[in-house]
Antibody, heavy 123, light 110 residues
Framework: QVHLQESGPGLVKPSETLSLTCTVSGGSISSYYWSWIRQPPGKGLEWIGYIYYSGSTNYKPSLKSRVTISVDTSKNQFSLKLSSVTAADTAVYYC?????????????????WGQGTLVTVSS | QSVLTQPPSVSAAPGQKVTISCSGSSSNIGNNYVSWYQQLPGTAPKLLIYENNKRPSGIPDRFSGSKSGTSATLGITGLQTGDEADYYCGTWDSSLSVCVFGTGTKVTVL
């Protein structure tokens, strides 16, 4: 059974960089896409971006200028960095495995999720 | 703001049926597969339906999915108190080349 666990600071100051790591256990990070998704308190899910195990990435356009997702296959981990944060970035951040087939009928689905970690942006 | 629209809430008595709609466009639902997620209070979302109408192992057949044109629907029959949760649809948007989620629907069992 694949297990994902987010880790990182729960409090980040405005204008600083939010950094989170997702550790994957029970399976290899290779051959899959891995994604970050966030959920502001009381609101819906927002996809942030994904990374393929080889390192190729895709980000939500409105966040692209501030987001970097990276992967470390030797540690079975992938990470999120979000720069210049504001209070609007306060959310529960989830990491998830993404099964993505792109084509005439594309099929994205998130089959394994971490438990989520709350990151608050405040001075 | 999400490109997929869901009703904010639906409700029904135990044992009854509810349906949740997810409305999009030709660039997302109309030309891609839809998945559905259940988020119980205080927990991470869980995959419920994929490729419009397929259920992962362990998901009871009380949950069903369908798609027609640019809309998708999740159905829950034999409603149970344990089904009280938020439900989200998701798909790929071919114009934006991104994953997108619906606005979410809260199911209440009366």
């Amino acid at each position: 059974q694949v297990h994902l666990q987010e880790s990182g600071p729960g409090l980040v100051k405005p204008s600083e960089t939010l950094s989170l790591t997702c550790t994957v256990s029970g399976g290899s990070i290779s051959s899959y896409y891995w994604s970050w998704i966030r959920q502001p308190p009381g609101k819906g899910l927002e996809w942030i971006g994904y990374i393929y195990y080889s390192g190729s990435t895709n980000y939500k356009p409105s966040l692209k200028s501030r987001v970097t997702i990276s992967v470390d296959t030797s540690k079975n981990q992938f990470s999120l960095k979000l720069s210049s944060v504001t209070a609007a970035d306060t959310a529960v951040y989830y990491c998830a495995r993404l099964l993505l087939r792109l084509g005439e009928l594309s099929s994205p689905l998130f089959d394994y999720w971490g438990q989520g970690t709350l990151v608050t942006v405040s001075s | 703001q999400s490109v997929l629209t869901q009703p904010p809430s639906v409700s029904a008595a135990p044992g009854q049926k509810v349906t949740i709609s997810c409305s999009g466009s030709s660039s997302n639902i109309g030309n891609n597969y839809v998945s559905w997620y259940q988020q119980l209070p205080g927990t991470a979302p869980k995959l419920l339906i994929y490729e419009n109408n397929k259920r992962p192992s362990g998901i009871p057949d009380r949950f069903s999915g369908s798609k027609s044109g640019t809309s998708a629907t999740l159905g829950i029959t034999g409603l149970q108190t344990g089904d009280e949760a938020d439900y989200y649809c998701g798909t790929w948007d071919s114009s934006l080349s991104v994953c997108v989620f619906g606005t979410g629907t809260k199911v209440t069992v009366l």
